[in-house]
């Protein structure tokens, strides 16, 4: 009861502040029509075409006439807005021309604020076109008033905004007495349209009045509307447009060099290294809806590294792409295993991965004592390509080719230099198609993966030689887009040796050798693998204040992906609800709250129940414009398939776990977070907390100064160590962890001008884990805590130089041993990136990226570790001189 009590009070206490304020007004139903408005555009010859110079006194724009009355569309929709915006449109053959004036009764506090391309800050103008007319896609162009350009392809009717795509397009602006005025020029070959005599294209006008953090748009859109894309309004007048192919060829070049700490003896790390390479990127118009992307020898380095983690259950930690090549237009090859509202659906699954293309190289060669190892940091990608576009007629697709190279292993035995293969020349393939129908409301689709790999050597011959992935999707909404039913289906089959397919069966995404489980075992003689997986939802996503969305996920055992794609574990099916009150209109003291619930249940392939949950939690956008949110997660039952690493499933103690975070305005000059939560299972068998501060000071436009230091403690009585074998019998070990990690991201940005920039991030990390207490599995499924367990006695154990023995029927005779597990991980990682975009779509970086990643003393503290393994340490440097050539054909 208690347990119940702490559940619902959030949720109550919330409740009773939101309906203690003033009454709602009433709220218009995205059911009931909105007139689309129009506006119609006219051609200019190109001789008399705008000059885009932000100032609106070309004479051509006199040839049309305004479009306005905005209205609000947040925090109170569908009213006057505090400033009015109009617009007009002109187009020649080549280019379309858009002038905006944004109307301010104080110019003097139009906020003027830098960023980097995609900033997105202070006050701006944008513009979506839906060229294509489907009611799902569009391109965005933003302009601040500070002259920063912003654009973005939107997807999936404005659910998915894609900033990795960079059009060349031009704009200026201008400040004056009746607030501030922005000019476009934006070239119909950055467009997708097809050829006709009269067009109607989709377009969105929205304006950001940033000091009242007030959104005004052009055509109104209900807040509780269930898409963006599909409610815009439309642009007429255009007339015999010829579709623009686009064609680009952007050549580059990168100069490296590194230092780091020279090693004696060995001739692989003599303390310093440097390189040039050139290569090439490519863009090809087929059609105006079709275009190849290609790339030679390309750079895959990445700008900023990826942030420091750690995880002690045994699962691979997802990293977000950071490549240009794959980035860009990466929404058409997205295929989702289990996206869901209710979240804990491994939603980060994917049948594609673009990270596994130019991985780590997953071998290692066999060498003799002694001898030292020069190993590749990635694989090489000798080229790729992507074929991609979308027709009139609703089909989109995409296919994306990519070859890796056979990469080599330097060993020097004595001065001897040999080499042994690490990762096999491999092919990977990627084919994705959908087709809308119904307006948009609908769409059906499928993918095609695939991994092969040249003939295996002895040294990888765990990996798999072919590796094949598909699916089949669909989306239907109806009832003007509130209402949807969603889902998937998908299958994968991998082939190999007995090796490799053995392998696949007791990795940590299977293990099929678990002891208890008789739907599974391994089959040492298998030399192919063929798994499903799917997911079904629907759901409420508009038309008032309640939202909802429930469903059902399924990964049999046999499911393996990971070639290609991003898979965390096989056999699991799932069932998940989400609701959701949403507070749509401002009251005295919040400008937006929306109170959730979520539920989870989950089984494995045999019908043992291993999960179930509940949540509730609320967030709150409030009249000063501070964010806040708070929930409290309630686990009734928990049992882990994993947890021993092939052992028994093991029974997890009910526990209940918390999270809040407040953040001021972020628009001030000061903006400060503060966030923290926490977990404690009701027998106090593990806890957890963490705390994090976030400080950013912006005490210029075109400066900005953050830190965001970070602290957790992991305390659990049961963190598995190894498995260890005992007569006939095998020991699942454990112990009892104390887990402290720290760390701080350090940020600083300096705009020069809109197209120059200083970037600057720096982490420092520590985790450190001290075991103590023993034990081993003796009841996995026990009720109580203590029956699952036996823990050593003293005389049962002993430790002695980095090794524990464990005698454990106490004859005088070690029984098995294992290491000391204790570590501290210590790691310092940093970047300086100067850019200059010299000419659009032309860049020029120079970047200083520091690494220090090593081993501490466990027994030592949290700042000791740092001082004398970051501060005391001689870390890698990496200077780069990077620069690209956009050439328009």
Do not use: C
């Not at 724009?61 to 449109?89: A, R």
């Not at 748009?217 to 007429?236: K, M, T, Y």
């Not at 003599?270 to 790339?295: A, E, P």
């Not at 103690?653 to 903006?671: A, F, H």
């Amino acid at each position: 009861m208690k347990i119940r009590n702490l559940v619902v009070l959030p949720l109550a206490l919330m409740t009773t502040l939101i309906f203690g304020q003033e009454t709602e007004t009433a709220e218009s139903s995205s059911n009931e029509p909105v007139p689309k408005k129009i506006y119609t555009t006219k051609p200019v010859a190109q001789d008399k075409a705008p000059t885009i110079d932000g100032i609106l006194d070309d004479e051509s724009w006199n040839d049309v006439e305004w479009g306005g009355d905005f209205i609000e569309n947040q925090p109170d929709e569908n009213t006057p807005p505090s400033e009015q915006t109009k617009f007009k449109i002109l187009y020649d053959a080549k280019n379309l021309y858009i002038g905006i004036r944004a109307f301010d009764k104080a110019p003097d506090s139009i906020v003027k604020r830098l960023s980097r391309r995609d900033g997105f800050a202070g006050d701006w103008v944008e513009v979506n076109i839906d060229s294509y007319h489907d009611m799902r896609t569009a391109f965005s162009f933003t302009a601040s008033v500070s002259g920063v350009k912003g654009d973005e392809f939107i997807s999936n009717n404005g659910n998915n905004w894609d900033s990795s795509w960079n059009p060349i397009w031009y704009v200026a602006t201008n400040v004056d007495d009746d607030g501030w005025t922005a000019e476009y020029r934006i070239p119909l070959s950055q467009l997708r349209f097809d050829k006709g005599d009269d067009q109607v294209w989709g377009i969105q006008l929205t304006r950001r009045l940033f000091r009242k953090e007030e959104r005004s748009i052009w055509q109104r859109v209900p807040i509780d509307a269930a898409g963006w894309v599909s409610n815009f309004g439309e642009l007429h007048g255009l007339k015999k447009l010829e579709p623009q192919k686009q064609r680009e060829i952007q050549p580059y070049t990168v100069a490296s060099a590194e230092t780091f700490e020279r090693v004696a003896g060995n001739p692989f790390l003599d303390g310093r290294d440097s390189k040039i390479t050139f290569g090439l990127d490519g863009k090809i118009g087929i059609t105006n809806d079709m275009t190849v992307d290609f790339t030679l020898n390309p750079d895959f380095g990445q700008v900023e590294a990826d942030p420091s983690a750690i995880a002690l259950d045994g699962f691979q930690i997802f990293f977000r792409e950071q490549r240009p090549f794959f980035v860009e237009n990466a929404n058409i090859f997205n295929f989702n295993l289990s996206q869901s509202q209710a979240g804990d659906t491994f939603g980060a699954d994917n049948l594609f991965y673009s990270r596994r293309i130019g991985r780590n190289p997953q071998g290692f060669p066999a060498t003799e004592d002694g001898a030292y190892v020069d190993v590749p940091e990635n694989t090489t990608i000798l080229g790729a390509a992507k074929f991609s576009g979308k027709t009139k007629d609703g089909w989109s697709f995409g296919i994306l080719e990519s070859i890796t190279s056979k990469e080599y292993a330097q060993i020097d035995t004595n001065g001897e230099l040999t080499e042994q293969i690490v990762e096999p020349l491999t092919n990977y393939f990627v084919g994705r198609l959908q087709k809308d129908f119904n307006d948009g409301d609908s769409y059906v689709g499928g993918i095609v993966t695939a991994t092969n790999r040249d003939a295996l050597s002895s040294n990888v011959s765990f990996l798999h030689q072919q590796a094949y992935s598909g699916g089949f999707d669909f989306k239907h909404q109806w009832a003007n887009q509130a209402w949807y039913m969603e889902g998937n289906v998908i299958g994968s089959h991998v082939r190999g040796n007995e090796e490799a397919i053995t392998r696949t069966q007791r990795s940590i995404t299977h293990l099929f050798q678990r002891v208890d489980a008789d739907h599974v075992s391994v089959d040492e003689t298998k030399t192919s693998l063929t798994g499903t997986g799917g997911n079904f939802k629907m759901g409420k996503a508009g038309d008032g204040n309640f939202v909802f969305e429930s469903g059902a996920t399924w990964r049999s055992p046999e499911l393996e992906v990971n070639d290609i794609g991003f898979q965390r574990r096989a056999d699991d099916i799932r069932h998940y609800a989400w609701g959701a009150y949403r507070i749509l209109k401002p009251t005295k003291s919040f400008r937006r709250v929306q109170f959730n619930y979520n539920h989870w249940s989950a089984w494995d392939f045999a019908g043992n129940h291993n999960l179930l949950q509940f949540n509730t939690n609320s967030w709150q956008n409030w009249q000063n414009n501070w964010f806040t949110n708070l929930g409290v997660t309630y686990t009734a039952l928990a049992y882990n398939n994993f947890a021993l690493r092939g052992g028994p499933r093991l029974r997890n103690s009910p526990r209940l776990s918390y999270w809040n975070n407040i953040n001021t305005d972020g628009r001030k000059e000061v903006r400060i977070g503060f966030s923290n939560g926490g977990a404690l299972a009701t027998d106090r068998s593990n806890s957890f907390f963490r705390v994090g501060f976030f400080v950013r000071y912006q005490p210029l436009d075109a400066l900005t100064v953050s830190i965001n230091p970070s602290y957790r403690i992991n305390d659990d009585k049961l963190q598995w160590i190894t498995n260890q074998d005992f007569g006939d019998e095998v020991r699942y070990l454990n112990g009892t962890i104390d887990q402290r990690t720290l760390s701080m991201s350090i940020r600083l940005n300096y705009n020069i001008n809109p197209n120059m920039t200083l970037q600057y991030w720096g982490q420092p990390f520590i985790s450190r884990g001290r075991y103590s207490d023993f034990k081993f599995i003796t009841n996995p499924v026990a009720s109580s805590f203590n029956d699952r367990f036996d823990q050593y006695d003293t005389d049962q154990i002993n430790f002695d130089n980095g090794t524990y023995s464990i005698d454990e029927n106490t004859d005088g005779i070690t029984d098995y041993s294992f290491s000391n597990p204790d570590f501290s991980f210590v790691q310092w990682r940093s970047n300086l990136v100067f850019r200059w975009e010299y000419i659009p779509g032309s860049e020029v970086f120079l970047v200083w990226s520091q690494d220090i990643s090593q081993s501490g003393d466990p027994a030592d503290g949290l700042f000791g570790n740092l001082e004398d393994n970051v501060f005391g340490a001689k870390p890698k440097n990496i200077f780069l001189l990077k620069a690209t050539y956009r050439l328009v054909l």
